[in-house]
């Protein structure tokens, strides 16, 4: 009943809002962990 009380532009928003949060988030864990892949393949390749 709560949720039918609220506009539907206005949840739309807060969800879309809330996955751009997560969106940056992830992006930059994902950034790290290709950073520390390629200096694990520059550690390797010197080792050869």
Request: proline share 2%; net charge positive.
């Amino acid at each position: 009943a709560f949720v039918r009380a609220l506009p539907e532009q206005e949840v739309i928003n807060a969800l879309i809002g809330n996955v751009k949060l997560a969106g940056a988030g992830l992006l930059k864990l994902e950034q790290k962990s290709k950073a520390e892949k390629k200096e694990k393949r520059k550690e390797a390749d010197r080792k050869e």
